[in-house]
């Protein structure tokens, strides 16, 4: 029979809730396996990922494999149920998927058949107690955040700017005077009709931003009070705003059916804007998207509040569309430019298969080795003296081999920027936008960003509101096929 050892380690680690490390799980599944005179067929494991949902990707592998009937092995074996889930649900559609496709299910520490109606009963009742302990653990944790704040102290993350917490298992907030100072500053701007939120964002630039400012306009902790799980307890800690300062920065809040602080402008976001993210100002500071009158204006700012910048989006965009159009793009250099990937693709299988190649014959005597050792030991009749030589070996072993699959994981990375898939969407997207004309881009703004996001790198805008246009470098061909353009035809940045 054919088996594939399925391995997993919850995101608190092997150290937690007796786990076993992903190494350790995979040698007792090996040693079941041998017992029975089956095949290992592959291993797969999930490192740091919970239990509580089939979002792992070995996991999902193997309910792909079992939705397209591609599944080349008998028997799926796990050092215990709990790796392979802690949800009834998931629990259950696994092994749906399983009887469907004729497969076994073995738990390595945990000998039950799966297959006859008295192993199935057993499979609810185990499923069951699994996912109780699960809920029943977040209950707990839920239930002792809850005692934290009804005692008034902070029960979980980084306390609110103004604050600190004490020592080691003391929960109370204790006021940071520094910063405090500043929270009070916030406050009394905040309320003066003198100041706006731009003058508060000026003056505290590199210790806060928009939004930030929004939340602390709004957290009634600084009145002493903690908020957890949706109720307000009395806090053991010393306001740093009063009552009435408090609530007359509440009466000056937008109005606004969210509890963001932001007034919601649906006709804003209808624009495309379609140089987010590469339009930068000559001060250096990122271009970003802003709306007036309901959407009716459209406009990039300056992110630098020293600068504010600013340009119609509509302008700038449609400048740069119709350089983008005036580029053109002959058959030959696109056969030019899918040459040169070929000759790359070439060069670095040739450069990095002969070391992946020695790497796995490494991988395969080490595993041999391993798999002999297991086979001595389970056979018995050794001696101390040589049963502590071969747990030694197999420590050194076990280390070897992890270091070789890492080693043969970093050179096939090599391969993925020179994918043939990668190769054929860039020749495409040259086809493409050898096409294109400028009514497309009004159209279809999706596609304009994808040409714009493949072909420009950063556009910076002068003071002149010339720009400077910087090609793409995300692509390692980017620079070579473009190259290969015909420079009489290309307008220069």
């Known amino acids: 029979m054919r088996y594939l050892i399925y391995a997993r380690v919850s995101p608190r680690g092997s150290d937690f809730d007796r786990e076993t490390s992903i190494s350790m799980q995979i040698e007792y599944c090996k040693q079941y396996i041998t ?20 979002n792992r990707p070995a996991f999902k592998s193997i309910l792909d494999e079992l939705d397209k009937g591609t599944a080349e ?12 889930s802690r949800s009834l649900k998931d629990g259950a559609l696994i092994f749906e998927k399983l009887f469907q496709n004729g497969k076994g299910f073995v738990c390595a520490t945990e000998n039950y058949d799966f297959s006859s109606p008295a192993g199935r009963a057993m499979l609810g009742m185990m499923q069951v107690f699994n996912q109780f302990e699960r809920e029943q653990t977040a209950e707990n944790t839920r239930n002792k955040m809850i005692s934290i704040a009804s005692r008034g102290e902070w029960p979980v993350g980084k306390p609110p700017f103004g604050y600190k917490r004490g020592a080691k298992k003391d929960n109370k907030l204790y006021i940071d005077e520094k910063k405090a100072q500043i929270v009070r500053n916030i406050f009394d701007m905040y309320i003066s009709s003198e100041y706006t939120i731009t003058d508060i964002l000026r003056k ?22 903690i908020i957890y799980a949706g109720k307000e307890y009395q806090g053991k800690h010393d306001p740093i705003i009063s009552e009435a300062v408090f609530n007359a920065a509440q009466n000056l809040h937008p ?16 624009y495309p804007y379609l140089l987010t993210g590469i339009f930068y100002c000559h001060c250096g500071a990122r271009m970003t998207p802003k709306a007036a009158k309901s959407g009716q204006f459209n406009y990039y700012t300056c992110r630098n509040h020293d600068c504010r910048f600013s340009v119609p989006a509509p302008k700038v965009e449609e400048a740069l569309l ?9 058959d030959e250099s696109i056969q030019k430019a899918y040459a040169i990937i070929k000759k790359d693709e070439a060069a670095v299988h040739a450069q990095h298969q002969p070391e992946i ?54 050179r096939m990375k090599a391969f993925e920027s020179h994918d043939a898939a990668d190769m054929e969407y860039i020749v495409q997207l040259l086809k493409n936008f050898q096409a294109l004309k400028l009514e497309d881009f009004n159209t279809d703004p999706i596609q304009a960003k994808q040409v714009i996001n493949a072909f420009i790198g950063e556009i910076v805008i002068k ?31």
């Not at 939340?215 to 009070?225: A, E, I, P, Q, V």
């Not at 119709?322 to 002959?330: A, W």
């Not at 050794?382 to 270091?403: G, K, P, W, Y």
């Open 463 to 493: 003071k002149d509101l010339e720009c400077q246009i910087y090609p793409a470098k995300s692509s390692p061909n980017i620079q070579k096929w473009l190259r290969q353009l015909d420079s009489n035809q290309r307008p220069s940045g």
């Open 73 to 84: 092995w008998d028997c799926l074996i796990v050092y215990k149920l709990s790796r392979m």
């Open 35 to 54: 017992l029975k005179g089956g095949i290992v067929a592959d291993i797969r494991s999930d490192e740091f990922f919970s239990g509580k949902d089939t």
């Open 255 to 270: 109005k606004t059916s969210d509890d963001d602080g932001y007034q919601d402008r649906p006709k804003a976001q209808t």
């Open 322 to 330: 119709k350089y983008l159009q005036s580029i053109k793009i002959s």
């Open 204 to 225: 505290y630039k590199n210790l806060t931003s928009a939004s930030s400012v929004w939340y602390m306009l709004r957290n009634r902790t600084y009145l002493g009070k």
């Open 357 to 410: 190649n020695q790497l796995n014959i490494s991988l395969r005597i080490a595993e041999d080795e391993m798999e002999n050792i297991i086979s001595q030991i389970i056979k018995g009749n050794l001696t101390e003296a040589i049963q502590a030589r071969l747990n030694a070996r197999s420590e050194v072993l076990e280390n070897e081999i992890e270091d070789l699959k890492n080693k043969i994981a970093i």
